[in-house]
T-cell receptor, first 112, second 112 residues
């Protein structure tokens, strides 16, 4: 049973470009969460999704950020018109229940 | 006040030492509590859940005091491999579903 798979592991984007981060949850897990970890800071919750539904997006920035978890395929975190402040590690976690989370290895986004 | 507060350390201890980490949380309605471990530039990994009755896993002991909103982690007989950042994590429960709140982490370095 593969763990939570995230890709790419590293992503470099120029300011103004779009970044797409993908997350495939563990088999049998229907809950997906995205977290962001800025340099030297703790993880911050961004969004919680189930298949085809956003359950809680209270941590998502109001602009430029969106997330989806379609019926088929991975969950996608999309950042439009990236800025330097978006540089961070983005972790996806999945869970068979509501609170026990297993994390992927993360995508390190660098905006140049 | 931060929702989950930890002493960031760093804690530098010799092999074989006993070290204790503390954490406080602000939401008295919080339901579930965890300690995660995060190695440098890696994903967080669940170390143990924390229960009011206290729980032990080998050299690790976790305690929860709901009245004081206080969580602790005790590591006995420290090993070099225990060097990592230890994250105190709280789940609010209720309709917050998958939202985990992380402390900023406590850095532990075990030296020979």
């Amino acid at each position: 049973n593969a763990g939570v798979m995230q890709n790419p592991r590293h992503l470099v984007r120029r300011r103004g470009q779009e970044a797409r981060l993908r997350c495939s949850p563990m088999k049998g897990h229907s809950h997906v969460y995205w977290y962001r970890q800025l340099p030297e800071e703790g993880l911050k919750f961004m969004v919680y999704l189930q298949k085809e539904n956003i359950i809680d997006e209270s941590g998502m920035p109001k602009e430029r950020f969106s997330a989806e978890f379609p019926k088929e395929g991975p969950s996608i975190l999309r950042i439009q018109q990236v800025v330097r402040g978006d540089s961070a590690a983005y972790f996806c976690a999945s869970s068979p229940r509501r609170e026990e989370a297993f994390f992927g290895q993360g995508t390190r986004l660098t905006v140049v | 006040r931060k929702e989950v507060e930890q002493d960031p350390g760093p804690f530098n201890v010799p092999e074989g030492a006993t070290v204790a980490f503390n954490c406080t949380y602000s939401n008295s309605a919080s339901q579930s509590f965890f300690w995660y471990r995060q190695d440098c530039r890696k994903e967080p990994k669940l170390l143990m859940s924390v229960y009011s009755s206290g729980n032990e896993d080998g050299r690790f002991t976790a305690q929860l005091n709901r009245a004081s909103q206080y969580i602790s982690l005790l590591i006995r007989d420290s090993k070099l491999s225990d060097s990592a950042t230890y994250l105190c994590v709280v789940h609010a429960g209720g309709t917050s579903y998958g939202k985990l709140t992380f402390g900023q982490g406590t850095i532990l370095t075990v030296h020979p």
